[in-house]
């Protein structure tokens, strides 16, 4: 039979009859002031706080089923078993290095005696010294033609809006725009007009027997895409620059063969031959070592072919 209890479940007073009180429909039978029972649910009706009690006890812990306890406990202690089948299989692992950590150890010491038994230490330390500093200098020298590439890719974007036409007779007040257009209807670019152009314009000194060329810029790069290759595109100076100093260092080369892209000089020995890439900061002589390399290896093909034995007829 159930306790009856005269005092609050909650706040552990006794009741009075001047206080309305609720009993729980759980078994334990516990009693509750409904003032306590509205501040402990955080509810403000009546029935709602009567309604919460009806099948449950704030009070007293829930029952739990003896075989869900168990179930659960084997399950946790399955997951033990687990664990504990892959520590040792770690254990097992960890143990494996340990021996062939020890063996790379051993054939380390026997390589540095056998190098030591040779006297070839100090030959082979400057060897790796030597390669090392050269390996440092080619990454350096890398690094600094890849900046430079990237510089005079970005300059020549900014200027690939823009055309350089060269040997066009001066003429004094001329409107250079109308120049450009007539020119452009000369080699079939009807595009060149008022409304695609922004300016024209000299460049250079003005000198009595110099011809200025004239600098124009469109409204858009996909106008210069459409002219003629025989137009120069304008290009950052220090190209143009390079251009010159390979024709010059070159003169068997036609040049032809030597043109500027947008970070480069590019140039070829013969046609078909292996592409070459200036840049500014590299050593000319360099890449005449690796042209005379190119024509000795062309002479050679050229040797063999000329003394391949005919085939019978």
């Known amino acids: 039979m159930s306790q009856v209890y005269d005092y609050c479940g909650i706040c552990c007073r006794q009741f009075s009859d001047k206080i309305e009180h609720v009993c729980t429909g759980a078994e334990c039978k516990h009693n509750f002031h409904l003032t306590c029972l509205l501040i402990r649910l955080a509810l403000q009706k009546k029935d709602e706080a009567i309604a919460s009690v009806s099948m449950k006890c704030l009070v007293c812990p829930e029952s739990k089923n003896i075989n869900a306890v168990l179930t659960s406990i ?3 202690l399955g997951l033990l078993k687990i664990v504990n089948d892959k520590l040792t299989t770690l254990t097992a692992c960890m143990d494996k290095l340990q021996e062939d950590q020890i ?15 040779n006297g070839d230490v100090d030959q082979q330390e400057t060897i790796i010294e030597q ?6 200098a080619l990454r350096k020298e890398s690094t600094d033609v890849y900046i430079e590439a990237r510089q005079l890719e970005l300059e020549s974007r900014m200027l690939n809006d823009q055309l ?5 007779p001066e003429i004094p007040s001329e409107d250079l725009i109308q ?20 300016y024209a314009e000299k460049i250079g000194k003005k000198g009595q027997s110099r011809v200025r060329s004239i ?15 025989y137009v120069n595109r304008r290009y950052p100076s220090s190209l143009f620059k390079l251009r010159q100093g390979v024709i010059k260092k070159f003169p068997n080369i036609n040049k032809n063969n030597i043109w500027i892209t947008n970070s480069c ?15 500014p900061s590299m050593d000319l ?14 002479k050679q093909q050229a040797m063999g072919y000329l003394t391949r034995p005919e085939m019978d007829n």
């Not at 390669?131 to 440092?136: A, D, I, K, Y």
């Not at 070829?268 to 292996?274: E, K, L, P, Q, V």
């Open 164 to 168: 350089v036409n060269s040997g066009i």
């Open 265 to 279: 000089v590019c140039l070829r020995i013969t046609d078909g031959s292996d592409l070459i890439k200036v840049y």
């Open 179 to 198: 120049t450009v257009i007539r020119l452009g209807s000369m080699i079939d670019v009807p595009n060149l007009t008022h409304d695609s152009l922004h």
């Open 285 to 298: 002589d360099r890449i005449q070592d690796s042209w005379h390399d190119q024509v000795d290896v062309i």
């Open 103 to 117: 063996t790379l150890d051993r054939h380390v010491l026997q390589l540095e005696a056998r190098s030591c038994s």
């Open 74 to 76: 084997n399950t946790r």
């Open 131 to 136: 390669v090392t500093e050269r390996l440092c």
């Open 215 to 229: 600098v124009v810029k469109c409204k858009s790069p996909q106008l210069v895409e459409k002219v003629p290759l």
